[in-house]
């Protein structure tokens, strides 16, 4: 069995500031990592994934995710947002089935 | 190539009707996945084909839920006699897999299904 948690159901920031989005998970079973981005009115698309090798990953928009296996955590950052990120935030881990949080709704102020 | 197709993109309905949904998934993934994402919540897994076969139904809702999907690649979602909590966008998404593990999963738009 896998499980996610997504410990912030809202985000609010402003503009410049940098953000955390912290993800936490659980599986018996070793797992592929995800998180996936939804902007309003579109469908969920990829943001960044960790398969294996290096715990810190890259991904679009300047995001970026450390994978902590002795905390089970893949918490989501960048360093300076921008009101075009705001959106839902999804985070996934994955063994033959996907299992996904609840989201995270970052709102981005002006 | 073509990404995730899903149709109706919306479909409203009667309470008591059946309905189908649709999804053509990207060319060559053999894995295909059924969510349901309703309002303010995650995406909640129904079910998981490997090539033509199913072998995670567990998350139906109901046994008003079934699919099935034709020659490894088209597949349809059917409610039957929708309740008022069916209610939900549908998504569809498909991935290949690798040393077991689904890897990304490519999502369609979603179908939006209202039931009065």
């Known amino acids: 069995a896998q499980s996610v948690t997504q410990l912030d159901s809202q985000v609010p920031v402003f503009e410049e500031a940098p953000v955390e989005l912290r993800c936490n998970y659980s599986?018996?079973?070793?797992?592929?990592l995800f998180w996936y981005v939804q902007y309003p009115n579109q469908g969920l698309q990829l943001l960044l994934k960790?398969?294996?090798?290096?715990?810190l990953v890259k991904g679009i928009n300047g995001f970026e995710a450390e994978f902590n296996k002795s905390q089970t955590s893949f918490h989501l950052r960048k360093p300076s947002v921008h009101i075009s990120d705001t959106a839902e935030y999804f985070c996934?881990?994955?063994?033959?089935?996907?299992?996904f949080g609840r989201g995270t709704s970052l709102i981005v102020h002006p | 190539g073509a990404g995730v197709s899903q149709s109706p993109s919306n479909k409203v309905t009667e309470k008591g009707k059946d309905v189908e949904l649709r999804c053509d998934p990207i060319?060559?993934?053999?894995?295909l996945y059924w969510y349901r994402q309703s309002l303010g919540q995650g995406l909640e897994f129904l079910i998981y084909?490997?090539?033509?076969?199913?072998?995670?139904k567990s998350g139906l809702p109901s046994d008003r839920f079934s699919a099935e999907r034709t020659g490894g690649s088209v597949s349809t979602l059917t409610i039957q006699r929708t309740q008022q909590e069916d209610s939900a966008v549908y998504l569809c998404?498909?991935?290949?897999?690798?040393?077991?593990?689904?890897?990304?999963?490519?999502f369609g738009p979603g179908t939006r299904l209202t039931v009065l």
């Open positions: 996934a881990v994955s063994s033959y089935i996907p299992t």
């Open positions: 960790y398969l294996s090798g290096s715990t």
């Open positions: 060319s060559g993934h053999t894995a």
């Open positions: 084909f490997q090539g033509n076969s199913a072998p995670d």
């Open positions: 998404a498909s991935s290949l897999v690798s040393s077991g593990r689904a890897d990304t999963q490519y």
């Open positions: 599986s018996s079973v070793s797992v592929y």
